[in-house]
């Protein structure tokens, strides 16, 4: 068909994994976390319209008591919480292509 690009599976697979990874980097960044812990060990909770009360500091594993801290976010946190949400959902499109 003129005009119109036609996408591979692999094409669509890779746009997937593009838009999971920037959406990791942009809550890292909103949030100040790490990357990793974004991805692995973060919990994050609505606590006001610019802050989220987060678990799951990596540097903090060894405290017999885990560190919660309200931190502040460069978006509204509903948002933040939105696209946490969203995280898995991308992993599962990805492995079904």
Do not use: N
């Amino acid at each position: 068909m003129k005009g119109y690009k036609v996408y591979s599976a692999k094409d669509t697979a890779l746009a997937w994994f593009s838009v999971r990874l920037l959406l990791k980097g942009g809550l890292a960044v909103l949030t100040g976390r790490r990357c990793t812990e974004v991805i692995k060990t973060a919990q994050f909770e609505f606590k006001t319209k610019y802050s989220v009360i987060f678990t799951g500091a990596l540097k903090r594993g060894d405290e017999p008591v885990e560190c919660v801290f309200e931190i502040p976010t460069l978006c509204e946190a509903q948002l933040v919480i939105e696209a946490i949400v969203l995280l898995p959902h991308f992993s599962q499109i990805e492995r079904s292509l």
